[in-house]
């Protein structure tokens, strides 16, 4: 599967960004997606993920009550809708594709396929 990660750009803080992974091929439900970002000088990080088996959501400490991830497989398109922006949410956003298995969502290990990232730039 190939992924297409967009919607990145540069807003102020509080506002809203939505950022969307479309996936290539037939497979992409049966595959769980992910979003990782990496800020300068950091290591990439987890921030949400859904799974491909009843779309159950997860989300990270940092962005939980303010980020939403969901899936339309009919597009074979995931969204993170962000809200409430902060600037230390400027980072490169990732989104990966695998089957991990529960306690394994959060590891990027886990995840087979990546998109190139899109850049989200939050001023203060």
């Known amino acids: 599967v190939q992924l297409q990660a967009s919607g990145g750009g540069l807003v102020q803080a509080g506002d809203s960004l939505r950022l969307s992974c479309a996936a290539s091929?037939?497979?992409?439900?049966?595959?769980?997606i992910a979003w990782f970002r990496q800020s300068p000088g950091k290591e990439r990080e987890f921030v949400s993920v859904i799974r491909s088996t009843g779309g159950r959501t997860y989300y990270s400490d940092s962005v939980k009550g303010r980020f939403t991830i969901s899936r339309d497989n009919a597009k074979n398109t995931v969204y993170l809708q962000m809200s409430s922006l902060k600037p230390e949410d400027t980072a490169v956003y990732y989104c990966?594709?695998?089957?991990?298995?529960?306690?394994?969502?959060?590891?990027?290990?886990?995840?087979?396929?990546w998109g190139q990232g899109t850049l989200v730039t939050v001023s203060s």
């Open positions: 091929g037939p497979t992409f439900s049966s595959y769980t």
């Open positions: 990966a594709a695998g089957t991990p298995i529960l306690s394994a969502l959060r590891f990027e290990k886990m995840y087979n396929y």
